[in-house]
Each structure stands twice: as structure tokens, then as C-alpha cells.
């Protein structure tokens, strides 16, 4: 078959294609550099280390800069190997016309093929025959050369002839290196070239300008900006060349390059008139009205797709969008989670507004019901929001059973941001809840008891009455908070029983969706619970509500129900527990504070009690300060601290003030337990001023029957009156109960010793001091011991071992003893204990088994064993009593 010879292209005869069509020169040209032109080296070294594989392909969405990388990178390689570059256009994919260019270019980069005189046309029979003899021609070349195809995304639909250019690479013996340019993949067959290792692949994330190349890019067109504004330009753009450089170019000369970069969409004059011509125009007006349709959604799957626009086809829709790199992009990796460039979304966005508003509620509004059927509250509130009716937002909330969150965070959560803006009076009683829960949030109690009577007219009004459980428990819930803030705690704690009811009736995965409202619900009942003196209860539940609160991420219930938790348990006496969870609770602190409470005021007061109980003046005055730092106005705080003050006070040996200090008859009574303790505390100081009668008046004023610390301040009392017999007997049924608190069997055994003292038996006496010891061991309970009377502080100046082991002041011992050598049979200690380990053997003097020690001191069972282990090693003993009995021979305890 002849062929023409069209026209003289540089001085060499050209194939012109069937039809008589000439060879374009503009083909063959290598794009001009535009003006600004950024060097990309960090791409270029991609390109000249891929040389070696027979494919590379460049591929990213319009505007990305493929075209000016290779471009780039070939104009920089001059006199570095052969290159033909041929820019392809539609129709160009027929083998007749493709090969044509190519033939043409390969000649124009020196290589000595024959005319179309020597050899048939490409494209007549002997099609294949020409592929094999133009492999063969390029395998005996002495040099390699690149192939520059720009724009095979134009000739995608014929796919002959990447099946041709294959078989050319497969046999040229790695003397043709071809590099693909184009929106998507190319179909030759990459996967082959991937796992053999022979392909280089540039796409769209490796062609997003890089900070570094936008600022050059910035600084070619003479802009400066602030790093803020530099990195909000990146987001915006997400490294987009086109994007960049319009920008640039609208900046140029502009003083206020900041501003312009902060008021950045999509929809800039520039930035629109781009997406417009070269992506949104050139798509199939049903691909238009998928893309526009779906724009209101930031994040979407296909199925949430489907359910906006109504159709069933939107996977494959988004997976052709993707492969055509149209601005769509897989999120965090996942390939069935899509989203829209940033900009490319603002325009469709406005576009949509602009050809469809009547189409806009809708969509909004199926993007809404959507997302609450699949959990996804906050995307579900901002469409109903972004569909103009926060009314069905409010509904979806109190349906979604998060009125907790609202209730909790207020407008630092996204719905409560949403829904701040929900106008009053209320439309719906869905509405009023939700006002009441951010009023709830912003401290705003009186408001929130008149939007919670709104809610009940309007309920009223819709249905008379009935009302399903999400609102029945947002209402309680609310009404639980709002007592709380009153102090009504009978009704805290019935409310809190009502709405735990409810929210076991709720759906399993809400409830597990929504744990805040469980975790608000039981440190509310927990907090009542021992403003009413129910000790025990108030422990069970504050416990739960700590492990409900971690579970749940929610640090305010969290924070208050440790604080609870720890003033307990420093009034029981159980000091180590209660700083360990004072401390959990400070650490809880640092994510914020109830309304009116300096955030760590009760823990500060626990640590201060517990330094208090262990004599540790210093650091219990410190602590006082810091709990003091803000006035308190929850009772229980003022009364905690007055009876800290009282008993630091006492330790100085100012009665006087240590009295006038637990004064707390001002405000809101304290809870029932501090009450007591404060009352307890004012008869043990009229004890020690010598007015037993007054101390008596005190404990009448007491209800119920007397407990362990009441007994004992009563025997105090006889014995101050000189019924030695009287007193010995109260405190000798405590003595002989197991469930007393450590503290106040030290107080009991301290008091026997005295009776003993004044009995004048010391040996009594002192068997009652060591039993104090043994008790207060566990715990490093003090205080007690530097309150005793002259008596007994007298009888142990003439015990040494008693009086070094207590190291009272007046008793000659006021600075620690000195210790003599140890015996010869004992050796002496040369590692010391660490302070956990110190910690345990404290425990293990109290004759407190493993798994006691362990739940004592937050670890677990194979650590306290670990510590025993080290213990044993350290001091050269093999059983538990050696340990101790060697640690006391030594002073250590």
C-alpha cells in the first residue's frame, strides 16, 4: 500500500494519515514554560530515575501540572538522551493517526527509520507486521528514547492503541521509555508493570504543591504571606496548581494578600470560570446534575449518595468520577468514602443555588433523615439546620438521645453550636428541651426551669400528655440537673431512678452511642446520695458513675464523682484511696470545671484532710490555700475546709480559733455526714478546752443511733468527768467491732491507753498505743497521736520504743530519734525501698492479703506480688511476718 507524502516538515518528508489530513507541527511542539515557573526537583528525580522502566504515568485532575512537570523536566535534560513529544487530541487514538506522529517524531529525535515509500502505512493489513518491525528498528538503536504522550485521557475510548504501544515496549529491549500524561490511567496493562517493578507512577497527592513550591510560586508573583495565611491557603487549595496560580494572579499587587486568602472559595470569578470550562461544562448534563445534587454533603458514601439524589447508580458514578481525577477524592484512603476538592465544592455549591434552589430543602433534608438513621447526629443536625428548620433538628437531638451532650458542653459541642441559634419562644417541645439543655449548660437555672414548664405546655398542647421516652428522659434528665443545682437531693435521686428506667428502655446502640446521659444520671444520684448522709449508697454509685463517665469520654461527671468519691473516703479514714482519687480527680480537672467550683477545690480539700490526718502541717496548710483560692459555694467544700482549718488549728494549740473556725452555720447546710463530723469535731475541741458539759449539749443534738466515732467521743466525755469505768466500756465495743474505720479505732485504742494512764497501769497503756500503731500503719494515719492527752504523753516519756515510734512533741523526741546499729543477727538495710514498695509493706503490716493491697492501691494483684518479691530480696527475708517484724527492728516502720 503507497502512502503521501504530505508536506516537508523541517526539512524531512512526513506520512500524512489516511485521508489526506497534514501533520500538525504545534503536535510535536514541547509546551512553552508560563511565566512563573516553580522548579519541581523533588518530581523531576522521579522522572530521571524512572528512565530505566519502560512506562511512567503522570496523572492528576485539570490544572494539577502535569503537563508543565514533564515539560520541565525534559527542557532540563538537554543533550541527555533522545525525546519525542506528541500532544494528543480527540480522534487521535486510531492506530493510523497515532503511529503516523509517532513515526514522524521518532525521525525528527534522529532515529534513520524509512519512509512511507519503504515501508506500508500503518493501518492496512499488515498492521501488526509494522508494530514488530517498528520494535525491531528500535531494539537495534544505540540509545535509548522517551515518548512524551500528553493527553491520552483524550483517546481512552479506543483502546487499540495502548494494546499497540505495549507490544512495542514489551519487544524494543528497553529502548523505548514511554511517559503517559493524562485525567486517568491509561489502559495499557499497569498491573503487570507494577509487579514486575517497572512502572513509575506520579498522581494527584505527589502533584499537590508542596509549602515550599507555594511559596516560591507566591514569591515569582511578588506576595507575601503571613505563615497563618499561607497554611490556610494550602488547605484551601490542597496544593492545586491551577488553583495557585489563579490565585497568585488575583493577589498580585494587592496589600491585603492575607484578608483575600481568609475570603477564599471556590466560586472566585477566576477559580469558577476554570471549573466551569474545564470540568464541570465538558461532563454529561446527568453527571452535572449527580455532581451538583451531592455537593451539600461534606463526607458521603455511595449509599448516602443514592439516598440524596434518588438514584441507584452512584457507586459506579463516583468510581468513573475518581478515575478521571474530576476533583473527586477518596477520604483518609478509604475508596468507597468520597468528598469533593474544596473549591470544586464551593462552586458547586453556589451553582446549585443558583440553577436549583427549589431543588435545595429537599436534598437537605434527605441528607438529614440519612444521617440519623446511621448515627451520625452532628451531620444529621446540620443538614435539618442547612434545610432551614431547627425545629427537626431539635427533634433530632431528643430522638438521638443526646441531650446529655447538649446538657454537658452547651456551644462548645457542635449541636449546641448548631442550635444556640433556635428561636423563643419555643416552636416545639423537642425545641424547649433543647434550649433548656444549653441553659442547663450555661448555668442559666432559672431559664432552664421556664423553657422545662414550656416543654410541658407544649407537649400538652400537641398530644395531651403523652410522651414518648426520648422526650420523657430529656425532661427528667434536665429536671435531675436542675435539682442538683437547687440542692434538692430527695428529688435528685428519685428523678435519676425515673430516667435510669427509661434508659434501659432505650436501643442498645444508642445507649451505647449515648453513655454521657448514663454517666450525668449517676454522678448526680451519687452526689445526693451523700449530701443525705447515705454514705454507702453514695460510694456504689459515684464508682459507677466514674467507670460509666471514663467509658463515655465525658471529664465533668468524671471529674465530680472522683472529687465525691475522695472526700468520702478521707472521712472514712481510708487516706491513701482517697489521694489517689484526689489526684485522679485534679488530673480530671484540667478539662474544665462545674459552674461556680474552682475546678480542683474538692480535690485540694481531700489532699489537704489527708496531709491533716498525717500531721503533715505544712502541706495540709498548702492545700487548704489552693482549695481556698476561689470562694466556695458548695457546702460541702466550705464545710470540709472549716473542719480542716479547726483541726490545723488545734495542732498549733489554738482551741479558740479551731472552734470559731467550724462555724459554717452561714449558707446552704453541708451534707449530712460533714454536719455530723463538724459536730463531732466541736465536742472533741470542748473536750480538750475542759467542757465536758458543752460536749454532751453537742452530741444530743445528734439523730440515731450512736455509730463507732460518736461512741467513742462520748466515752472522751465520761472520761473527762473522771467515769473511767463508764468510758472504758463504750470503748470497748468499739474496739472489739471489725467494720470501724481505721481512724476511729485508733482514736478508741489511744483512749483506752489513756484510761490506763490515768489508771496509772502502763503496761496496759501500752499495748493500747501499739494496737493504735498497728491500726494507724496502714494508712500513716498521725494526727490522733499528737492530740493525746498530758497523762498518756507523760507514761510514754518513759517508753522508748513507744516514744521513738511516735516522735511526739514534748516528749523529748520532737526531732526523729536517732537509731542505734542494728542488732548483729540482723543485717542492715542496703538498698532502700522505693515509696511503692514502702507503700505495700504498710499494707502488709496491716496483715492485708494480696488481693486487699491491690485494690487499696490502684495496681494490679501481679504488681503488689512483684513489689512482695522486692521486699523479700531487700531485706533478706522470706515470709511476710520476717518482712515486717525486720522492718520495724530497722525503723522503717
Not at 316 to 330: D, G, K, T, Y
Not at 443 to 468: S, Y
Not at 541 to 563: Q, Y
Not at 869 to 893: C, H, M, T
Amino acid at each position: 500500500m503507497a502512502t503521501d507524502v504530505a508536506i516537508t516538515l523541517s526539512g524531512s518528508p512526513a506520512f500524512s494519515p489516511p485521508g489526506g489530513n497534514p501533520l500538525l507541527e504545534s503536535k510535536f511542539a514541547i509546551p512553552e514554560p508560563p511565566p512563573f515557573l516553580v522548579t519541581r526537583s523533588r518530581l523531576w528525580g522521579t522522572l530521571t530515575a524512572a528512565t530505566h522502566d519502560p512506562v511512567a504515568v503522570v496523572v492528576g485532575s485539570a490544572g494539577a501540572g502535569k503537563t508543565q512537570l514533564v515539560a520541565s523536566w525534559l527542557r532540563s535534560r538537554t543533550g541527555d538522551g533522545r525525546a519525542v513529544w506528541i500532544t494528543l487530541e480527540e480522534g487521535d487514538g486510531d492506530p493510523a493517526v497515532l503511529w503516523t506522529y509517532v513515526l514522524e517524531g521518532l525521525r525528527r529525535a534522529g532515529l534513520d527509520l524509512p519512509t512511507s515509500a519503504q515501508r506500508p502505512f500503518p493501518g492496512a493489513a499488515a498492521h501488526r507486521s509494522f508494530l514488530a518491525w517498528l520494535a525491531g528498528e528500535l531494539a537495534t538503536m544505540d540509545q535509548p528514547v522517551t515518548l512524551v504522550l500528553d493527553g491520552t485521557s483524550c483517546i481512552d475510548d479506543d483502546y487499540q492503541w495502548a494494546t499497540d504501544l505495549d507490544f512495542v515496549l514489551r519487544h524494543a529491549r528497553g529502548r523505548l521509555q514511554a511517559i503517559l500524561i493524562g485525567r486517568s490511567d491509561p489502559p495499557l496493562p499497569l498491573h503487570r508493570y507494577r509487579l514486575a517493578g517497572r512502572l513509575t507512577e506520579i498522581h494527584s497527592r505527589e502533584l499537590a504543591f508542596s509549602p515550599a513550591e507555594t511559596a516560591e510560586l507566591m514569591d515569582l508573583h511578588g506576595i507575601t504571606l503571613t505563615d497563618g495565611a499561607m497554611a490556610a491557603l494550602l488547605q484551601r487549595t490542597e496544593g492545586w496548581a491551577a488553583g495557585l496560580r489563579l490565585v497568585a494572579m488575583a493577589l498580585a499587587g494587592r496589600v491585603d494578600a492575607d484578608q483575600q486568602i481568609a475570603d477564599l472559595t471556590g466560586d472566585d470569578a477566576g477559580i469558577a470560570e476554570y471549573f466551569l470550562g474545564e470540568v464541570l461544562r465538558t461532563q454529561h448534563r446527568d453527571v452535572r446534575t449527580f455532581l451538583l445534587e451531592t455537593s451539600i454533603l461534606d463526607v458521603f458514601t455511595p449509599e448516602l449518595a443514592d439516598a440524596v439524589t434518588g438514584r441507584s447508580d452512584s457507586r459506579r458514578m463516583l468510581a468513573a468520577l475518581r478515575r478521571v481525577n474530576a476533583f473527586v477524592v477518596s477520604v483518609d484512603g478509604h475508596a468507597a468514602v468520597y468528598r469533593y476538592h474544596r473549591l470544586f465544592a464551593d462552586l458547586l455549591r453556589t451553582q446549585l443555588a443558583l440553577d436549583a434552589p427549589d431543588r435545595l430543602i429537599g436534598l437537605q433534608e434527605r441528607a438529614a433523615r440519612w444521617h440519623a438513621a446511621n448515627g451520625d447526629l452532628i451531620r444529621a443536625v446540620e443538614h435539618a439546620i442547612a434545610a432551614g428548620n431547627p425545629a427537626a433538628a431539635a427533634a433530632l437531638v431528643i430522638q438521638g438521645y443526646a441531650i446529655g451532650e447538649l446538657a454537658l458542653h452547651g456551644r462548645r459541642c457542635r449541636p449546641g453550636e448548631l442550635l444556640a441559634a433556635t428561636p423563643e419562644p419555643a416552636e416545639t417541645p423537642e425545641s424547649a428541651l433543647v434550649l433548656a439543655a444549653l441553659a442547663t449548660a450555661d448555668g442559666e437555672t432559672e431559664r432552664c426551669a421556664r423553657l422545662l414548664d414550656e416543654a410541658r405546655a407544649l407537649l400538652l398542647e400537641r398530644n395531651g400528655g403523652d410522651c414518648p421516652d426520648p422526650i420523657a428522659l430529656a425532661g427528667i434528665l434536665l429536671e435531675v440537673l436542675l435539682a442538683q443545682d437547687l440542692r434538692h437531693s430527695v428529688r435528685v435521686v428519685h428523678s435519676a431512678r425515673v430516667a435510669d428506667v427509661l434508659l434501659r428502655r432505650a436501643p442498645p446502640e444508642v445507649r451505647e452511642r449515648r453513655a454521657e446521659a448514663d454517666a450525668i444520671l449517676l454522678a448526680a444520684r451519687g452526689v445526693a446520695e451523700s449530701r443525705l448522709g447515705q454514705l454507702d449508697d453514695a460510694v456504689g454509685t459515684l464508682r459507677a458513675a466514674v467507670t460509666a463517665a471514663g467509658a463515655a469520654g465525658c471529664a465533668g461527671p468524671r471529674r465530680e464523682a472522683l472529687e465525691q468519691l475522695a472526700l468520702i473516703e478521707a472521712h472514712r479514714g481510708r487516706l491513701r484511696q482517697a489521694a489517689a482519687l484526689a489526684g485522679k480527680a485534679r488530673e480530671a480537672a484540667e478539662h474544665g470545671g462545674t459552674a461556680g467550683v474552682h475546678p480542683s477545690s474538692v480535690a485540694e480539700l481531700t489532699l489537704a484532710w489527708v496531709a491533716a490526718e498525717r500531721y503533715d502541717v505544712e502541706q495540709a496548710w498548702h492545700h487548704l490555700r489552693a482549695a481556698a483560692a476561689h470562694p466556695p459555694c458548695d457546702p460541702a467544700v466550705r464545710a470540709g475546709a472549716a473542719l480542716v482549718r479547726a483541726r490545723l488549728l488545734r495542732a498549733r494549740g489554738e482551741l479558740r480559733e479551731a472552734r470559731a473556725a467550724l462555724d459554717v452555720s452561714a449558707g446552704d447546710p453541708p451534707p449530712l455526714w460533714l454536719e455530723r463530723e463538724l459536730a463531732l469535731n466541736r465536742a472533741r475541741l470542748a473536750i480538750a478546752a475542759g467542757q465536758p458539759a458543752e460536749a454532751e449539749v453537742i452530741l444530743r443534738t445528734l439523730d440515731g443511733p450512736d455509730d463507732a466515732d460518736t461512741t467513742v467521743v462520748r466515752a472522751a466525755v465520761q472520761l473527762a468527768v473522771g467515769e473511767l469505768d463508764r468510758a472504758q466500756q463504750l470503748v470497748q465495743t468499739v474496739v472489739s467491732t471489725t467494720d470501724a474505720p481505721a481512724s476511729v479505732l485508733v482514736d478508741a485504742w489511744l483512749l483506752l491507753a489513756t484510761i490506763a494512764a490515768e489508771d496509772d497501769d502502763p503496761d496496759r497503756a501500752h499495748r493500747a498505743v501499739r494496737q493504735a500503731l498497728r491500726a494507724a500503719s496502714p494508712e500513716s494515719l498521725r494526727r490522733p497521736f499528737n492530740e493525746i492527752g498530758p497523762a498518756l504523753r507523760r507514761l510514754l516519756r518513759e517508753a522508748p520504743e513507744l516514744r521513738d515510734r511516735l516522735r511526739l512533741p514534748g516528749t523529748d523526741q520532737a526531732e526523729a530519734p536517732r537509731r542505734g546499729p542494728a542488732p548483729e543477727d540482723d543485717p542492715v538495710l542496703v538498698e532502700p525501698l522505693s515509696k511503692r514498695e514502702m507503700d505495700v509493706l504498710l499494707q502488709m503490716a496491716a496483715m492485708l492479703p494480696s488481693e486487699e493491697i491491690a485494690a487499696t492501691l490502684y495496681v494490679s494483684i501481679n504488681t503488689v506480688k512483684t513489689h512482695v518479691r522486692s521486699i523479700f530480696r531487700k531485706l533478706s527475708v522470706s515470709r511476710r511476718s520476717e518482712a515486717v517484724r525486720r522492718a520495724r527492728a530497722l525503723g522503717l516502720i
